[in-house]
Structure formats: C-alpha cells, structure tokens
C-alpha cells in the first residue's frame, strides 16, 4: 500500500460496552478525497479521534505515508502534516478571523521561534507572507470582509470555513475534516465543495465527514459508509448510491 496517503488495518475502540470502532480497515489513495458517511453515532467522528490519537486505539494499525503513527501524541502527527478540524467549530476566541487562521501555520515555527522572538529580516519576510497567505484564502472562502472582526463574532457557517482556512493553513498533507459543512448555507456549502476540489487538485489528501449527500456525491472520490462502528460499502459514489446496504442504514437509523 505504498500509494496510500493513509492506511488502517483491523481497528477497533470500545468505550465501556460501547464498541465505537470494530475492525476497521481503509486505504486512503495519495491525492484523493474520500468522504466517511453514516448515521449519527456510527463511529465517524470515533474514527478520526483514533487516528490523530486524541483516544488510544485498542488494537489495529494506522500508517501515514507508509509510517506507523498509532501512538505518536496528536501534537507529533500534526507536525507529520495530518491536521483535522473539529465537528463544532473550534475558533480561538480573543482573536480576529485573520489571527485565526495565522494561528494555524503558527504551529509550525516551534524551533524557529527564537528567529521570531529576534525579529529577524527572514523572519519578518515569513510572517509577512503567511499573512498574503491567509488573505489569498480568506478571500478564496468569501470570509475576507470578515477578516478583522473579533472571530467569535462569525456567524456559524464562516467559523466553520474558518476552520477550514486554518487547517490550510498548517500545511496539511493529509487534511480530515469533520462535518464541514454542518451550518453551512447552500451558496456556502457549494463555496466549501469548490474549495475542497482545489485542495485535493493541489495535492493534499482529505478524508470528510459528512451529512450533506450532495456534497459528498459531488465531491467524493471514494465514499465509505459506516454503521454502528463497522464499514459497511466503500465505493465510488455512484456505486455507494444504489447500495442496498447503505440505504438500509440510513433508513434503519431514521426509523
Ligand atoms: N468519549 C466517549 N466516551 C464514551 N462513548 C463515546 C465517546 N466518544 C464516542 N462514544 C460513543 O461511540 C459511538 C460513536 O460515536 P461517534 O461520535 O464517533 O459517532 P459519529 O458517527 O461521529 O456520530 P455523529 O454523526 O452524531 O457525529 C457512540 O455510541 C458514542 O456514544
Ligand atoms: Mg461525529
């Protein structure tokens, strides 16, 4: 599996006797987007915690190009570049939309602080293009009016695309979001999808939790469809659509 981005064998998470994750196994292509569907409480959200290690998995594998990373601090795999965002937005309070989404590159500079601390001309010349930066994709998402309002002043659709920004911002090779798109309006949503395809095209991987099945189906290179903690069908979007097994699931979860 040396073309996957991310692969993960024979994971599985209890909680209690809540087996949130059963034997899961996935491969995440280089350069492809792959968007994780299921009903509410299916594991989704269980799923990304496991790989960024913000929850120990019980047993399983999970190798980021070609790296085991299953025990690595969530600190130490986002520096590898697997950086996610959270289902309700996490914006830094005390902050404008632009310092925000610079908060997100932030994270990088870690020894190179002392340059920072100096005020060094490099450093300068840095900070100085990661703020061109941030104003290039603050204006891609449509935020840019909203550049220098206190951020927890957005409303919800704009912090959540935020969110976004600032995850681009960290450089990400592998970028997980989840439920991006929960608040968005529909003009949002069709800016997220848009944002989304050019992210993949520049390169970056990205696994997406989502509800929004016109999205997904939009968007999607490879959809896995999870169910009380197992996968369920994995497959292009068309297939998954006619999938009589992920139509039982959501029918099943909505009764
Ligand atoms: N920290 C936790 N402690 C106990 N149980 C948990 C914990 N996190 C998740 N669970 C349980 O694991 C199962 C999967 O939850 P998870 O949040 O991963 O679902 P989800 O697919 O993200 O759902 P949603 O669509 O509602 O976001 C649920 O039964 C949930 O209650
Ligand atoms: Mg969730």
Redesign the pocket.
């Known amino acids: 599996m040396s073309d996957a981005a991310l692969a993960i064998k024979g994971l599985s998470k209890s909680?209690?006797g809540?087996r949130?994750i059963t034997d899961v196994s996935l491969a995440v292509p280089e350069g492809s987007l792959t968007a994780v569907i299921?009903?509410?409480?299916?594991?989704?959200?269980?799923?990304f915690?496991l790989v960024t290690n913000l929850?120990a998995a019980d047993s399983g594998a999970i190798d980021f190009q070609g790296r085991s990373i299953r025990g690595l601090s969530p600190g130490a795999i986002a520096r590898l570049g697997l950086i996610r965002t959270f289902?309700s937005a996490r914006i830094f309070p005390g902050m404008t939309a632009r310092e925000n989404a610079l908060a997100g590159a932030h994270m990088h500079l870690g020894v190179a602080t002392w340059k920072h601390m100096l005020w060094l001309n490099s450093a300068r010349r840095e900070e100085r293009s990661l703020a061109a930066k941030a104003d290039r994709l603050l204006e891609l998402v449509g935020l840019a009016v909203f550049r220098d309002v206190a951020a927890t002043d957005l409303p919800m659709g704009a912090q959540k695309m935020l969110e976004v920004v600032r995850a681009l911002m960290a450089e990400p090779r592998l970028l997980l979001l989840d439920?991006p798109a929960a608040g968005l309006n529909d003009a949002e949503t069709a800016e997220l999808a848009a944002l989304l395809r050019a992210v993949r095209d520049s390169g970056i991987t990205l696994i997406v939790?989502e509800?929004n099945m016109s999205l997904v189906m939009g968007v999607a290179d490879q959809v896995v469809v999870?169910d009380a903690?197992s996968i369920v069908a994995a497959g292009t979007p068309r297939a998954i659509q006619q999938d009589k097994r992920v139509i039982a699931a959501y029918v099943g979860s909505e009764a």
Request: proline share 5%.
């Open positions: 909680f209690g809540v949130a299921g009903p509410n409480g299916a594991g989704k959200t269980t799923l915690n929850y289902q439920e939790v509800h999870l903690g």
